[in-house]
């Protein structure tokens, strides 16, 4: 198959890109607009990317917004509560059905790579042992990475440790960790110690939920880099959320700015999900509650953007369009120059991939899996100001979905 007259990112012009089996075979300058043969996609001037990339999500807990309570405070800590209650009732099918509902919805919108935080902190782990047959079955459309992540805490929670040896021993491919919410700050910081020896015995990433509130004296990211830094770990290990960033005052964080640039790791920004539960007991001047992306991005360090939920305790909205989550964190960071949105789609492929070391696996190169998008629209900027969409999504060489557009009659 060949997708013809595709614009790339970056580049001037048309191209012809070939595809071989579940390979890229050839990526060619176009002279001038071709017609496209039988078998053949027409991209019809539209920009071609790898797919998107969902970073970070809680697949184990979409879709139960509401069981058996809404989160009325809209607080994170509501939250953890709602879903504490609804984890009893979690069970092996249920987490499977409501899991492959969501990842259609990602797929729908030309997403192929994800990354799922899965709650090990339940001593049946239920949800884990549903979600590592979920990737496997689900491998046609997606490529899926689990995290162990201790919701209520590594220390502060009874076994915790041990489940989340074991949650990694059974397979989970990324450590996970919440050092804000442990009891007190020495556990905070003993659990990314704990998680770090963990992630470097076993060769798995590390991927933290760190500082998500907004409090300034949550500073547990400046643990994390250290941590990263010394054992050299860096582009393997990701900070989610870092909220708490946003409420650093300046002259800290020209000190932090250093330490994060000499460890290297990946940041993970929830924009929805932030401006949503954060600022939740400021009156006014509200915070927005987001970490620095702009700042962290000017600074060259590695920063992507996620949806964290979708209609769960934490989140009722979401529908698995991560442009949408694009949008809102492009608005709410004050990223709307030109500079920013003629480069936006970083921020949903090439940044995320990076985070999630996809490595050789990812990329519109020749040799590498014929995964990648058509799109509605030539640029990014056009994209985003369309609300455009995945037209077309393809996956080992093999088409995985076309979209058609609306059509509007005017009269
Ligand atoms: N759990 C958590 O600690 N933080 C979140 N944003 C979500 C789950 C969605
Ligand atoms: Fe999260």
């Given at each position: ?5 595709a ?6 012009g ?10 890229i075979?050839?990526?060619a ?21 790898p797919?998107f ?11 139960t ?6 989160n009325m ?13 609804r ?13 492959k509902k969501?990842?259609d919805m ?10 799922t ?6 001593p ?8 590592l ?11 899926l ?13 009874k076994?915790?440790r ?14 996970g960790?919440?050092?804000?919410f442990?009891n007190?700050r ?20 590390v ?27 860096g ?9 708490a ?20 790791i ?12 954060q ?10 509650g ?10 060259g ?8 939920s979708i ?16 949008e ?9 120059g030109?500079?920013?949105?003629a ?27 014929a995964?990648l ?5 030539p ?5 985003l ?8 999504s393809?996956r ?16």
């Amino acid at each position: 198959m060949n997708i013809v007259n595709a614009r790339l990112r970056g580049r001037e012009g048309l191209y012809r890109i070939e595809l071989a089996g579940e390979r890229i075979a050839a990526i060619a300058p176009q002279q001038a607009p071709a017609e496209a043969g039988p078998g053949d996609i027409d991209a019809a001037s539209n920009l071609v990317v790898p797919p998107f990339v969902e970073p970070h999500i809680h697949l184990d807990a979409s879709l139960t917004a509401g069981e058996p309570a809404w989160n009325m405070s809209g607080t994170l800590f509501e939250g953890i509560e709602r879903w504490s209650e609804r984890k009893a009732l979690v069970t092996f099918d249920d987490t499977k059905a409501r899991a492959k509902k969501t990842i259609d919805m990602l797929v729908e919108h030309g997403i192929q790579h994800v990354r799922t935080h899965v709650d090990v902190t339940d001593p049946t782990l239920s949800a884990l042992k549903s979600m590592l047959e979920v990737r496997e079955e689900t491998r046609h459309l997606i490529d899926l990475q689990i995290v162990a992540f201790p919701q209520e805490g590594i220390e502060s929670f009874k076994g915790g440790r041990e489940l989340m040896a074991e949650a990694i021993a059974m397979g989970a491919d990324v450590v996970g960790g919440i050092p804000h919410f442990e009891n007190t700050r020495e556990q905070g910081v003993s659990s990314i110690r704990f998680l770090m020896d963990l992630a470097e015995r076993s060769g798995c990433l590390v991927d933290v939920h760190c500082d998500e509130t907004d409090d300034p004296q949550s500073r547990f990211l400046e643990v994390l880099a250290e941590e990263a830094r010394v054992r050299e770990m860096g582009e393997r290990v990701t900070a989610s959320h870092t909220t708490a960033m946003g409420s650093y005052d300046n002259a800290y964080c020209s000190k932090l700015f250093r330490l994060l640039k000499l460890s290297g790791i990946n940041f993970v920004s929830c924009p929805t999900e932030s401006i949503h539960l954060q600022g939740r007991f400021d009156t006014y001047p509200k915070r927005r509650g987001l970490t620095r992306v702009a700042e962290l991005d000017r600074a060259g360090l590695n920063v992507c953007f996620g949806q964290d939920s979708i209609v769960d305790p934490w989140y009722p909205l979401g529908n698995g369009n991560i442009l949408r989550i694009l949008e809102a964190g492009l608005h709410i960071c004050h990223m709307l120059g030109y500079q920013d949105l003629a480069r936006c789609l970083d921020l949903v492929t090439d940044h995320s991939a990076r985070t999630l070391n996809l490595g050789e696996g990812y990329g519109l190169v020749v040799g590498r899996p014929a995964n990648l998008l058509v799109l509605s629209a030539p640029d990014d900027y056009e994209l985003l100001r369309s609300q455009g969409q995945a037209r077309v999504s393809i996956r080992g060489g093999k088409v995985l979905l076309r979209r058609t557009p609306a059509r509007v009659e005017r009269y």
